[in-house]
């Protein structure tokens, strides 16, 4: 099985995109020989895997909260509807077995964090996450991308480049940070995750598919527009977990739709890959 996150569905994409973006990433791990598994809130129930009609409810409704690992208690005891972010889908995936999660961009360390202390959880779960796998295009470039490495580091998890020797930054190809590792088949994947399973190594291992080329920016683009984003949302008073979507559909204006573009599509392909190593890592035997 595959987990997906709900927070791209909810608070990621706009309408009708979500719904399509979602539904095109369970038909592509199914295409790749496995089962995916949306993950979300329901009426204050953990939700592993949604039918097509839960899907579109989360994604029209609006009124999804956007709920991270330390949320979780709070949308259970009250009975809400949350969309769950990183932390949470791949906290709750593990809760039930499952063990690769497919994404878009990772959260980390935010820009002007030393004044903030903004940092997403995700960071901490990736670092708790014993033999997990998760398929992202590296971080959102809304990020500090070089402190968001540091840390991943520094809690010992292993990030992969998946057929490149350079750290993704989401919708552009290249950070311009180079990996240590790197893979070119699902089938080396599985075996890096299985023999980090056999050592008993703490955390995820992180898979960081580069955006497909054909929809990929250029990082100058992203830059200036992300520079002109920023600056807005501190006019505005921007906090907290409205950052994210806010920089997203600014960057969406200002790229005339090529950022969204690029972000459904390196969304459903790294849920094609995460569906090819979760078949090669079932099929294969021993612990």
């Known amino acids: 099985m595959v987990a997906l996150e709900s927070t791209l569905i909810a608070h990621g994409l706009p309408w009708p ?6 539904l095109a990433s369970e038909a592509a791990v199914r295409r790749a020989g496995a089962v995916p598994a949306t993950i979300a809130v ?10 097509e009609a839960e899907v579109e409810h989360v994604a029209r409704s609006g009124r999804f909260l956007k709920a991270s690992r330390r949320d979780l208690g709070m949308v259970v005891a009250r009975g809400l509807d949350a969309a769950t972010t990183i932390s949470a889908t791949l906290r709750i995936a593990r809760m039930h077995g499952v063990s690769v999660l ?4 990772l959260g980390g360390v935010h820009r002007e964090a030393a004044v903030t202390f903004d940092v997403s959880t995700d960071l901490d779960e990736l670092a708790q996450a014993d033999g997990a796998l998760v398929v992202c295009s590296g971080v959102k470039s809304i990020l500090d991308i070089p402190a968001t490495l540091e840390v991943l580091e520094t809690r010992g998890v292993p ?8 750290f993704p930054a989401f919708t552009t190809l290249s950070s311009g940070l180079s990996l240590d590792m790197r893979v070119d088949a699902p089938s080396e994947a599985a075996a890096l995750v299985q023999a980090h399973r056999r050592l008993g190594l703490p955390g995820a291992v992180v898979l960081a598919q580069p955006v497909p080329e054909t929809e990929a920016l250029g990082r100058e683009v992203m830059e200036s527009a992300l520079a002109v984003a920023l600056t807005e949302a501190r006019s505005l008073g921007i906090k907290a977990k409205a950052v994210t ?13 090529r950022s969204l573009r690029a972000n459904r599509a390196l969304i459903v392909a790294n849920a094609e890959l995460a569906g090819a190593v979760a078949s090669v890592l079932d099929g294969q035997v021993g612990p």
Do not use: K, M
């Not at 995109?17 to 979602?22: K, P, V």
């Not at 329901?42 to 039918?51: A, K, N, T």
């Not at 920089?247 to 790229?255: E, V, W």
């Open 17 to 22: 995109d979500n719904l399509e973006t979602a």
């Open 42 to 51: 329901l009426d204050g129930i953990l939700r592993v895997g949604l039918s």
């Open 102 to 105: 497919a994404t878009g961009g």
């Open 159 to 166: 990030v992969v480049g998946y057929r490149t020797d350079d």
């Open 245 to 257: 979507p806010f920089l997203l559909d600014r960057l969406r204006q200002a790229t005339e739709g």
